[in-house]
């Protein structure tokens, strides 16, 4: 029995992976890029928005609060320029890179 449910779980892993990994069109377009984007990228950077705008928001009232939105939001872009350096090792240029 904890074998079928290891199975089970291994293989929704997988598929969400390859669900993340997949090419978005549609935010291919919306980005701008000359390349296709993958779901993974589009998802890191709607978080990263909504990281730094909530610390935006929160710095007039809370600064602990701004600060843990800010390390979350560097945090976000590093493992962006991490993923899109993995996918981009033939020189073209990342999304928040200046190569």
């Keep these: ?9 291994a293989r929704r892993a997988l598929s969400i ?11 291919s377009f919306i980005m701008g890029e000359d390349g296709p984007v ?6 890191l950077v709607n978080a990263i928005t909504l990281f730094l705008m909530a ?14 939105c ?10 962006l320029n991490i993923v899109s350096e993995k996918q981009n090792k033939d020189g073209k240029r990342g999304i928040c890179t200046n190569q």
Excluded: H, N, P, Q
């Excluded at 992976?17 to 935010?27: N, R, Y």
């Excluded at 800010?70 to 493992?79: D, K, M, Q």
């Design 38 to 43: 993958t779901r993974r990228e589009v998802l």
């Design 70 to 79: 800010v390390i979350i939001f560097g945090l976000l872009v590093w493992r």
């Design 17 to 27: 992976k390859a669900w993340l990994d997949a090419k978005s069109v549609t935010g």
């Design 1 to 9: 029995m904890k074998k079928k449910i290891k199975i089970r779980m």
């Design 55 to 68: 610390g935006c928001l929160s710095a007039d009232s809370s600064l602990l609060v701004a600060a843990v």
